[in-house]
């Protein structure tokens, strides 16, 4: 039997000790359903009512209560865990954090590191605003794949969606599985949020395990939920709509890879 990835849904707080119970919790419930790779969803630990309140969170490297609990949690239960997002300290620009999302082996180890670096600086129809970038400093363009238990895993967040040329950047370089832990908006996530997976899905013939923040949240932010992961011909395997919980799928690599030989998108493109 192939093994399950899993993508947990939250609800998250301006609590860090109960975001990290819940989030103990999922990751549990994940194991117990036999994943072998769990991902979290963006600010997992931490969403504030003002987007600055993170500062007062913000971790270095190696230090603090939540990287020490994901790799506690992580070599605890032999899984491997994205944990799709924490603010990560900038000794140079104190006002501001990385995004950062890091992968944990089933050993407890850090595995890999990616930082968001599309920014949600936009005006949405409706009349809500955000500002990312007044709290979050962009992460260095890069493409991060880490090699997990389950296969080759491209690392995204958010509204690193919007932009597809990164999972195409992602599939050139081996991914099999895209990560895109987030905190999608209600109103955008209603209008886009599964046509953008499964769209992603498709163009890189991978697999999409995309965790979402879901209700409301302090300071009123809504959240659309509905966390779910894609099949590589778009289809939706598992879907979260609301609450929290985790949903599962077994990626089948074999599949997955006679797809790719049958129908060779990657390799027909044709660039000027």
């Known amino acids: 039997m192939n093994p399950a990835i899993a993508a947990i849904q939250m609800n998250s707080s301006d609590r860090l000790s109960e975001n990290l119970a819940v989030a103990e919790q999922m990751l549990r419930e994940a194991a117990r359903q036999g994943a072998w790779l769990a991902v979290l969803p963006e600010n997992f630990a931490f969403m504030g009512a003002r987007e600055r309140d993170k500062l007062a969170h913000a971790e270095l490297p190696g230090k603090g209560p939540i990287q020490a609990f994901l790799s506690a949690i992580s070599r605890e239960l032999r899984l491997w865990v994205v944990a799709g997002t924490i603010p990560q300290a900038v000794p140079e620009d104190p006002e501001r954090v990385l995004a950062a999302s890091l992968v944990y082996a089933a050993d407890g180890t850090l595995a890999s590191r990616y930082d968001k670096i599309h920014l949600f600086d936009v005006e949405v129809p409706g009349g809500e605003s955000y500002r990312e970038s007044r709290s979050i400093r962009p992460g260095e363009p890069n493409t991060v794949v880490a090699a997990t238990a389950v296969g080759n895993v491209g690392l995204s967040v958010c509204y690193d969606l919007r932009f597809p040329e990164l999972y195409r950047l992602l599939a050139t370089a081996g991914a099999d599985i895209l990560c895109v832990p987030s905190a999608f908006t ?49 289809e939706v395997l598992a879907c979260q709509d609301d609450g929290s919980g985790v949903v599962l799928a077994r990626p089948d690599r074999a599949a997955q890879a006679k797809l790719r030989q049958d129908f060779p998108v990657l390799s027909h493109r044709r660039l000027a």
């Open 186 to 234: 209600a109103r955008t996530g209603e209008a886009h949020w599964e046509t953008l997976l499964r769209a992603r899905a498709i163009e890189n013939q991978c697999y999409v395990v995309a965790p979402n923040q879901w209700g409301e949240h302090a300071g009123g932010r809504r959240t659309w939920g509905h966390s779910m992961i894609v099949g590589p011909w778009g």
